[in-house]
């Protein structure tokens, strides 16, 4: 059973945000416990090219304004087991994640700046190397697990997926919303 997923949601357009302001509002989201996980800290790598950003750490999960490979997104990694099937994780993963990037898109800092629009881009990866190696059979193992959970999430929409990166990465499966 796959437990550790994290899913970025790249952002449709970002001019002129200012990545500092995620540390205000990561804070408010501790403060006003937003999120369904325990949050504990907001710590800043923004000054780290094509890095994590500014990443809100909780017991559960960690939230991010994320920059890696120099496209911004919001990244879900979830670290704490949930015990709920494959499938069950992946959506939890996904909601997770696209709820965080409503909040963002709502909050007074980024109102109008910050768009993720209807998430047509995502990317998910699997954080565990024994379980999931980036290789083809495990993608085509997980495939069905995460289409189902795109239709739960999405509803009936049709996507592509494709496995991303080589086998010295994680496993990672971008997705492409077709409509």
Known sequence: ???HVNVKVFAE??????????????QR???????EELLIDVVDYH????????VLVGHEANYSLDNGG???????????????ST??????ALRAALGACRRLEQEPEFAGRLKFGPAREIEITINDRALAPNTDDAF???????????VAVYGAAGFALERLGDARERLRIGVHAEK
């Open 140 to 150: 085509v193992s997980l495939k069905p697990a995460i289409e189902s959970a795109l």
């Open 29 to 35: 989201w501790i403060r006003e416990s937003v999120c």
């Open 70 to 84: 120099n496209r911004l997104g919001l990244l879900y990694n979830r670290k704490a087991p949930i015990e709920a």
């Open 87 to 92: 499938e069950q994780n992946f959506v939890q």
């Open 1 to 3: 059973m796959i437990q």
């Open 47 to 54: 000054h780290v090219p094509a890095g994590p950003g500014t």
């Open 13 to 26: 357009s970002h001019e002129g945000v200012d990545h500092t302001a995620a540390m205000a509002v990561f």
